[in-house]
């Protein structure tokens, strides 16, 4: 069955370099270009080859959730997600409106494919390190853990494995957390034409500048919005790789087909906002590994429902949350 591709970005800005490169690159691709608006969203915004959405148009795609979902939040990109899918989509890309594609930006790969799998049963995985010599780690790692340095990425085993979350990195101003870019020079170019899986219970943050889901794991796109502004991809990831597990699923890193001109940032905002992350992230693995979940496709709403409880539990997410899950959920159905 052929494809159908849909790339979504949520952006407050008016039609800017990125927004309009992605137009041009998903025309050529034959890739539906999805972009969600927001209060500060020009009124007049518009892009040919676009679907632009503003806040009034998202109710359109499920009423609901979108009265649910709060305003000025990065997780209006929900609201792409699920017109992706009423669309047809069977694989959704994300990125945002900073992050400039390359020409392999599309070149994903299959949800079967064979690729080396690193272990690290029970472990953190600095996976950037398989990327590079330089000393960097991804957004969500824990602080504690930065200096490890993963050993074996080369003797990793290639195995043929269902992988329907593929995080590609990111060039020249990688995601990587407030304390890092406070104290180091953040310009990299990782290695190219590299790629790394992570085997079960092999914890790494990963994020939504350049993520590719395949239908399987569609309900795990979900991004709470009642948590730090600067965990809501983090804390999803941890989630989603928890449940990808129990359905045999790996996590599939791959060098580069982004690279970032950064917006404007308040790093110590950003370092403020990363806190519950520098000081939780660590309970959060661990709650989520000795959670009892149930495999199959057919229980993905349950584990997630089980996964952000246990976060409730923790007073990491706020019980706003769970009515907005519960909608999320109603609207996949």
């Not at 799998?117 to 990327?131: D, K, L, R, S």
């Not at 330089?134 to 824990?142: E, S, T």
């Amino acid at each position: 069955m052929q494809q159908k591709i849909s790339l979504v970005i949520t952006s407050i800005a008016a039609p800017n370099e990125v927004l309009k490169s992605y137009a041009v690159l998903c025309k050529q691709h034959n890739v539906d270009y999805i972009v969600i608006g927001d209060t500060k969203s020009p009124n007049d915004f518009f892009i040919e080859d676009c679907q632009f959405l503003s806040i009034e148009q998202q109710k359109q795609v499920n009423e609901l959730f979108a009265a649910l979902l709060p305003v000025k939040h990065y997780a209006r990109k929900n609201i792409g997600y699920l017109l992706a899918m009423q669309q047809g989509s069977t694989v959704i890309i994300e990125t945002d409106d900073d992050n400039f594609g390359t020409e392999h930006f599309f070149n994903f790969f299959p949800l079967q494919t064979t690729q080396p799998v690193y272990e690290a049963t029970g472990n953190w995985v600095n996976v950037y390190q398989h990327f590079t010599d330089k000393k960097i780690w991804p957004r969500g790692l824990p602080l504690d853990r930065i200096l490890d340095t993963p050993a074996g990425f080369q003797q990793a085993v290639p195995q043929t494995i269902t992988a329907p979350i593929q995080q590609g990195l990111v060039n020249d101003n990688p995601d990587v957390d407030a304390v890092y870019r406070l104290v180091s020079d953040v310009r990299i170019t990782f290695d190219a034409n590299k790629q790394i899986a992570l085997g079960k219970h092999s914890w790494c943050p990963f994020n939504s500048q350049n993520t590719v889901w395949y239908a399987e794991a569609f309900p795990l796109l979900y991004l709470p919005s009642y948590c730090s502004f600067r965990m809501t991809d983090i804390w999803r990831s941890f989630i989603a790789q928890r449940i990808a597990w129990e359905n045999n699923w790996h996590l599939l890193f791959y060098s580069p087909t982004v690279w970032q001109k950064r917006n404007v940032h308040n790093l110590m905002r950003d370092f403020e906002e990363e806190i519950p992350g520098y000081l939780h992230n660590e309970q959060i693995k661990q709650t989520l590994d000795g959670l009892q979940l149930k495999s199959s496709k057919a229980h993905l709403g349950d584990n997630l429902k089980k996964c952000y409880d246990a976060l409730i539990q923790l007073q990491l997410v706020g019980e706003q949350e769970m009515p907005l899950l519960e909608a999320w959920l109603q609207a996949l159905r």
